[in-house]
């Protein structure tokens, strides 16, 4: 299914969620298909019966900057017998030899793509979403005569499949046709697929068919001569010994604000928490830069800072609901059958919840303010600023030391005071050190090898147990609230659950702390290797003056 567990949209009248599964031959005699399947009324105990031939018209389309594209998406919008329907599908197939790919349809009430935008079904609501303030232009156009024949076995009425051929015709934007092509399509309409699989082989083989190696999306952007873009990328990003620390700072800018690029129509469009959480994670990583390296950056790059904030509580008000819907699907499937049912409630409350903080994290992303610095971040990355010229031209081996020590005392000084009966607020300190201490060592690891790599992948794991626990209250507190003022679709039944689900987060968060005092251990141990290469990788960049010579020596 599209909508996955945490997506906050419904299905309704009119709106088809689900897979495409079908085989894609390429063709270049459909006559010689008819004249086979003419003389093939029946073949190894299916019926091919035939059906109306139906005339479509498709329009494919993108933002300027190939958002649908790029959150793995084709858009399209089809008429047909009067009635228009607009597609989401994903572009990629989940098996090999057969495509099989995740799709999304509704009905529209014409055929233009403005009804798109009115639209409040999960294709308009994703489309508005992933788009944002980019208006929505056409790519190219197809029509397709397309010949149809059911499948079915002979002792059922229903159908298995369709085979369809199809003759098509791609155009320019009302313009001039730029090419044709036939093909043969035979799709699934059920889940049973290997007598579609055993037909699909008989007719490579008698009609000299093979497997189609583009789609109808990619052989119409190729005919119009158009090439998805990709996802910015700001060079260079590459870091080494000979940098200044300024210059240090602004790879790692351009390499996160990348990262914010290639997840920020996935994270929009909301049906992979990952690409939430990844774009959640370039955010953070741009903000740490900028607070860490505030000495070296020009006060421009500095300003920006409010509005990274105020995207990233956005950004963690929808992570968070994520994370409970993740952590309520795993509690449910440890539940007897019998009890899931009253999960259902629970459910429903958090994907309404998470729908909301959505449309609230939307509406920050595409508000003016945001998106104007935004854009400031990548001009100022982009074009050469006299600014930079005054900034620190200090070796980054020289000052990297100084400021991941600094980071390291003040771990130390909360870690040291930590016990098992200290507060899940003195644990969320430190874990919040943590994050400073390891962002801080990311920007520069490149220049320390293998002590700093190992020294991250310990606080990766001491930070994971913080965080348990953080996320163990948030969730708790969460069900508690709930459970104070119960919503009218919460049973009783449901609360004894949300009871249960409340002491599952409890033993996690036990065990997580009985474990962070291992973690804290390994992160001393990597630091004192650390230290070292610290102190065997510094550099005297003190400038040199020329020997004057004895004889120019005071005596």
């Not at 010689?32 to 091919?48: C, E, M």
């Not at 999306?217 to 870091?239: C, H, I, M, N, R």
């Not at 990233?312 to 994520?322: I, P, S």
Request: glycine share 6%.
């Amino acid at each position: 299914m599209l909508s996955s567990t945490h997506s906050a949209r419904q299905e309704e009248p009119g709106q088809t969620h689900g897979r495409e599964v079908e085989w894609r031959l390429a063709c270049t005699d459909l006559g010689s298909v008819r004249r086979w399947l003419a003389d093939h009324v029946t073949i190894d105990g299916l019926v091919l019966e035939p059906r109306s031939t139906l005339q479509i018209f498709d329009t494919y389309l993108d933002t300027d900057d190939w958002r649908i594209h790029r959150a793995g998406f084709a858009l399209r919008i089809r008429s047909e017998s009067g009635k228009s329907e607009v597609t989401l599908k994903s572009l990629h197939s989940a098996s090999a030899g057969v495509a099989d790919r995740r799709e999304l349809s509704e009905s529209l009430e014409t055929s233009d793509s403005e009804s798109i935008r009115r639209s409040i079904g999960p294709v308009g609501t994703r489309v508005h979403a992933v788009s944002g303030a980019h208006a929505l232009l056409s790519l190219f156009e197809v029509r397709t005569s397309r010949q149809r024949f059911a499948i079915r076995r002979e002792d059922e009425a229903q159908a298995l499949g369709e085979i369809a051929l199809d003759e098509t015709v791609i155009s320019r934007p009302h313009g001039e046709p730029q090419t044709s092509m036939q093909r043969v399509e035979v799709e699934a309409l059920t889940e049973t697929h290997e007598p579609l699989q055993s037909l699909v082989k008989t007719l490579q083989s008698d009609c000299a068919l093979e497997a189609a190696s583009d789609t109808k999306y990619s052989q119409g952007l190729k005919s119009v001569g158009l090439a998805p873009g990709a996802a910015p990328e700001f060079a260079p990003t590459a870091v080494d010994a000979s940098m200044p620390i300024t210059e240090v700072a602004l790879a790692n800018l351009r390499r996160y604000l990348s990262a914010w690029h290639l997840h920020e129509p996935g994270a929009r469009l909301g049906d992979n928490p990952e690409e939430l959480h990844d774009l959640r994670v370039a955010g953070r990583r741009l903000d740490a830069v900028l607070r860490q390296f505030r000495s070296s950056l020009p006060a421009s790059f500095l300003r920006i800072r409010p509005t990274l904030k105020k995207v990233l509580r956005a950004l963690g008000d929808v992570r968070d609901l994520d994370v409970a819907l993740l952590d309520l699907e795993t509690f449910s499937r440890e539940l007897p059958k019998s009890d899931r049912e009253s999960v259902e409630p629970l459910k429903q409350h958090l994907v309404s919840e998470c729908g909301r903080a959505r449309a609230r994290m939307l509406s920050v992303l595409d508000s003016v303010s945001v998106q104007r610095n935004l854009q400031k971040l990548t001009s100022l990355l982009t074009a050469h600023s006299a600014a930079l010229e005054q900034s620190s031209q200090k070796l980054a081996l020289n000052v990297a030391p100084d400021l991941i020590r600094r980071r390291y005392r003040k771990v130390r000084k909360g870690a040291d005071l930590l016990t098992l009966d200290s507060s899940i607020e003195a644990y969320h300190k430190v874990r919040g050190q943590v994050k400073k201490l390891r962002y801080a060592l990311e920007a520069v690891a490149v220049l320390y090898g293998k002590p700093a790599d190992q020294m991250l992948r310990a606080m990766r794991r001491w930070q994971e147990e913080l965080g348990v626990q953080q996320d163990a209250e948030i969730a708790s507190r969460r069900l508690k609230t709930l459970a104070s003022a119960p919503h009218k679709g919460i049973s009783s039944a449901t609360l004894f659950l949300m009871g249960r689900l409340a002491e599952h987060y409890a033993s996690a968060a036990v065990r997580a702390r009985q474990a962070c005092p291992k973690g804290y251990r390994k992160v001393r141990a990597r630091w004192k290797r650390l230290r070292t290469k610290f102190e065997d990788s510094a550099i005297d960049d003190t400038p040199k003056l020329p020997d004057s010579g004895p004889h120019d020596r005071m005596v």
